[in-house]
Each structure stands twice: as structure tokens, then as C-alpha cells.
Antibody, heavy 114, light 107 residues
Framework: EVQLVESGGGLVKPGGSLRLSCAASGFTFSSYTMNWVRQAPGKGLEWVSS????????YYANSLKGRFTVSRDNAKKSLYLQINSLRAEDTAVYYC???????WGQGILVTVSS | DIQMTQSPSSLSASVGDRVTITCQASQDIGNNLNWYQQKPGQAPKLLSHAASNLETGVPSRFSGSGSGTDFTFTISSLQPEDIATYYC?????????FGQGTKLEIK
């Protein structure tokens, strides 16, 4: 089955760090650009980051540069998002998505609160 | 960055009504546009790509059209299960930008 499954979310204190993971299955992961998208509670969708198939190109939303790092391991068919210096406004459901966002995972909740 | 203006932000309609949502890009994006449906507590569901290509399994009452800067998404006969928030999103270039969403309710 073609799917993406996120993990690694949870409750984190402000200033803390978190690493989200996304496990891919059912398709040739190494052939696709991959993305992270997030959605704050009750808000719309926000593209966060993209990484090319070979990791040669990485892109971030302008407002998030510096605290977010995207990476991937094609051998493990996995995508990652490292988030540092977490803030309350980073509280959101984080989704991984394939290509031009045509396949999505179910999402993982990150809550930043003391 | 290419901006997406989606309207209306909310819409109340009756079962059987024809419903239309519009999305306008700040510059020409060709047909590089996705439409999504999102129900509470669920991930967005891709309904169409390339502006008008319906995904497999999506009911034929849904349709998308447009190219360049102006796009529409239509539900020809609204059903109770269509209650959701709908988003457009361009993928012409990074950053991918979403419309603000249209919350659809039954009158």
C-alpha cells in the first residue's frame, strides 16, 4: 500500500527540540521530492519545507529558516524534520507529503507548551 | 512568492445546490493547481491535480477548471458528506502556497 506515516510528535516545552520522522512505503521513495506541511489548530495549511530526491536541494518557508532542518535517508525510505528552539506558535499538526503534495500522511501533532 | 486568493471563506448551501469556489493566483501558474477536501480531524484529501484532473474515486459531481491565474472548483449537486473545508494550492514553484480555505456548511 502506498502510504506515509509520521511519528515523533508530542508535548515539548518552549525552547526544546523535536525530530519528526515520516516512513514511506509502497513507492520508490528515492525518486520523489518530499515535503513537510503544517496546520496550526483551527488554521489553514502552511508549506514548511521541501527536500529533493537526492538531498541536493532543501527549501524552507521564509518565516521558518534557521530553526527547521529537513533531511532524508533513502535507504530507510524516511524523511525527517528537526525543529529547534520550539515556540508556542509551532504547535500544529505536521504532515509529510510526496511530490507536489499529491500524497499525504495522516499527520502528527506537535504541542509546544510549558 | 505566488499568492493564492480563495473565495468565499465560508459558504452555506442546501443539499442539491451547485457550489462554486474560486481561487486566484497572483501570477500565471499554468494549470499547476491542486484542490483538497479536509474534514475535521483528518488529513487533507487530494480531489484534483493539474487544475481539472479528478483523482481516482472522487465522485463526478466534483470538477475543477481554469488555467493561468483564475480557477474554479465546482460541486454540481451538494451532498451531506461534502461538508468540509476546501483548499486550493499551487505547485508552480516553491514555496507552495495554499488558499485560505472555504468552509462549506449545509443550510
Amino acid at each position: 500500500e502506498v502510504q506515509l506515516v509520521e511519528s515523533g510528535g508530542g508535548l515539548v516545552k518552549p525552547g526544546g527540540s523535536l525530530r519528526l520522522s515520516c516512513a514511506a512505503s509502497g513507492f520508490t521513495f528515492s525518486s520523489y521530492t518530499m515535503n513537510w506541511v503544517r496546520q496550526a489548530p483551527g488554521k489553514g495549511l502552511e508549506w514548511v519545507s521541501s527536500i529533493s530526491s537526492s538531498s541536493s536541494h532543501r527549501y524552507y518557508a521564509n518565516s521558518l529558516k534557521g530553526r527547521f532542518t529537513v533531511s532524508r535517508d533513502n535507504a530507510k525510505k524516511s524523511l525527517y524534520l528537526q525543529i529547534n528552539s520550539l515556540r508556542a506558535e509551532d504547535t500544529a499538526v505536521y504532515y509529510c507529503a510526496r511530490g507536489p503534495l499529491t500524497l499525504w500522511g495522516q499527520g502528527i501533532l506537535v504541542t509546544v507548551s510549558s | 512568492d505566488i499568492q493564492m486568493t480563495q473565495s468565499p471563506s465560508s459558504l452555506s448551501a442546501s443539499v442539491g445546490d451547485r457550489v462554486t469556489i474560486t481561487c486566484q493566483a497572483s501570477q500565471d501558474i499554468g494549470n499547476n493547481l491542486n484542490w483538497y477536501q479536509q474534514k475535521p480531524g483528518q488529513a487533507p484529501k487530494l480531489l484534483s491535480h493539474a487544475a481539472s484532473n479528478l483523482e481516482t474515486g472522487v465522485p463526478s459531481r466534483f470538477s475543477g477548471s481554469g488555467s493561468g491565474t483564475d480557477f474554479t472548483f465546482t460541486i454540481s449537486s451538494l451532498q451531506p458528506e461534502d461538508i468540509a473545508t476546501y483548499y486550493c494550492q499551487h505547485y508552480d514553484s516553491l514555496p507552495y502556497i495554499f488558499g485560505q480555505g472555504t468552509k462549506l456548511e449545509i443550510k
